[in-house]
C-alpha cells in the first residue's frame, strides 16, 4: 500500500548564529511544501534525526574544516527513514534509508547520496549510532591512528557518549587495557558495568590526573580524545613512549572556551604522534568498517545505549542538553 504523503512537512533552520552557549533563539520551526522529485530523486519519511557535536561547530561563522551552516535553511543531520516516493532505480518505496536530510520530518535527495538500510538485523535507529558515522569516527581513529597493540592500555575521553562508548569495546575486543573518563558516578558506572571497560575516571570527582595515574599503572599507549583542556592534558601525563593519539573532537571548547595543552613538552620527550581527522573525509573506508559494526551489533559484541527525545520541536533542547553532556550514549530525536 503506497503512503500517504502529505502537502506540508515540519523542518527547523538556523535563525541565528550562537554567541556563547546555543540557545532556542538560535533555532525557527517552520512548515513547507513538500517538493515534486526530480529524476533520480527519493522522497524519506525521517524516523530519527541524529543530534552530533560537530553541529556546534557549523552553527558559527568561523573558518573550520566544513561550511558553516546556511542562516534560515535546514540544520545540517544525518536522519534514518523510510522511502514514501522514490524516482530513482535503486529505492522503491517502503526501503529504508540513510542519508543527510537535516532537521526535518522529511526530506529529498539524489538516491546516490542515499544508504540503503537492511533493518533485519539491527534496529533501524543504531545506523545513526554504533553503525552510523560515530561508530566509523570510532572504528578509524582506534584502528588507522592509534593501531592498538595486544596488552596496550587505551584512554578514550567522553567515553559514555556515542564515540567513545564504541572505541572502548572496539579496543576491548582486541586485548587491549581500556580506560575511559566521563562525567559522574552514573556514567562511569555504565562505562564499567555494561559497556565493559576495565576503568573509568568520573572528572567531575576533581581529581582527574591522581584518579587517572591510579587506573593507568602501566601508563597510556593510545589515546582516543572527544574532549580536549584537561581531559587530554591528564592522558598526556600518564603516556608512554611513542604513544598515539587520535584527536576526534574538542567538545570541551565549543562555547569558545581556551583549550590550552599544559603538557605540551611531553609530545616531544615521549615522541608522541598526535592526529586529528574528520572521518568524511575517509569514506573508502566506510563500507569495510560499517559492515564490521553492524555485525558486532548484531552478534551482541557492541552494545549501544541512546536517548531519545520526543518530537522535532524538542530537538534544540536535546542538543543542548548534549553540549552540556546530560546525554548518555548515542543522542537522537524520534520523529515517528
Not at 561550511?67 to 530513482?88: C, E, K, P
Not at 575516571?201 to 602501566?218: F, I, N, R, S, W
Not at 604522534?273 to 568498517?289: A, C, K, N, Y
Amino acid at each position: 500500500m503506497t503512503p500517504e504523503i502529505p502537502a506540508t512537512y515540519q523542518r527547523i533552520v538556523l535563525a541565528a548564529r550562537p554567541r556563547g552557549p546555543v540557545a532556542e533563539q538560535n533555532f525557527r520551526l517552520e512548515s513547507v511544501a513538500v517538493p515534486a522529485l526530480a529524476d533520480g530523486e527519493v522522497l524519506v519519511r525521517n524516523h530519527y534525526l541524529s543530534l552530533d557535536p560537530y553541529m556546534r561547530g557549523r552553527m558559527s561563522a568561523a573558518k573550520s574544516y566544513a561550511a558553516s551552516q546556511a542562516l534560515d535553511h535546514t540544520m545540517i543531520g544525518n536522519t534514518v527513514g523510510q522511502v514514501v516516493a522514490s524516482r530513482h532505480a535503486d529505492f522503491a518505496v517502503g526501503d529504508y534509508a540513510g542519508g543527510l536530510l537535516g532537521w526535518a520530518e522529511m526530506g529529498v535527495a539524489d538516491g546516490s547520496l542515499l544508504r540503503k538500510l537492511d533493518i533485519s538485523r539491527i534496529p533501524l535507529s543504531v545506523y545513526l549510532g554504533a553503525a552510523g558515522m560515530p561508530g566509523m569516527a570510532a572504528w578509524y581513529g582506534l584502528n588507522q591512528i592509534i593501531a592498538p597493540k595486544t596488552g596496550e592500555t587505551i584512554v578514550v575521553s567522553a567515553a559514555s557518549g556515542a564515540v567513545g562508548s564504541v572505541v572502548g569495546q572496539l579496543a576491548k575486543l582486541q586485548g587491549c587495557r581500556v580506560v575511559g573518563i566521563a562525567g559522574g558516578p552514573e556514567k562511569c558506572a555504565h562505562v564499567r558495568e555494561v559497556l565493559g571497560f576495565d576503568a573509568c575516571v568520573d572528572y567531575k570527582a576533581g581529581q582527574l590526573e591522581a584518579d587517572l595515574a591510579a587506573a593507568t599503572p602501566d601508563g597510556v599507549d593510545g589515546i582516543f580524545e572527544n574532549v580536549g583542556g584537561a581531559t587530554l592534558d591528564a592522558a598526556l601525563a600518564r603516556s608512554n613512549a611513542f604513544g598515539r593519539i587520535a584527536l576526534c573532537g574538542l567538545i570541551g571548547g565549543f562555547n569558545g572556551q581556551e583549550m590550552p595543552i599544559k603538557n605540551s613538552r611531553i609530545l616531544l620527550i615521549n615522541r608522541l604522534s598526535l592526529r586529528g581527522f574528520i572521518v568524511t573525509e575517509h569514506m573508502d573506508l566506510w563500507p569495510q568498517g560499517l559492515e564490521q559494526l553492524a555485525a558486532l551489533v548484531a552478534e551482541g559484541k557492541l552494545k549501544y545505549h541512546e536517548t531519545v527525545a520526543a518530537g522535532l520541536a524538542a530537538a534544540p533542547q536535546a542538543f543542548m542538553g548534549l553540549l552540556q553532556g546530560q546525554n548518555l550514549g548515542k543522542q537522537l530525536v524520534k520523529l515517528i
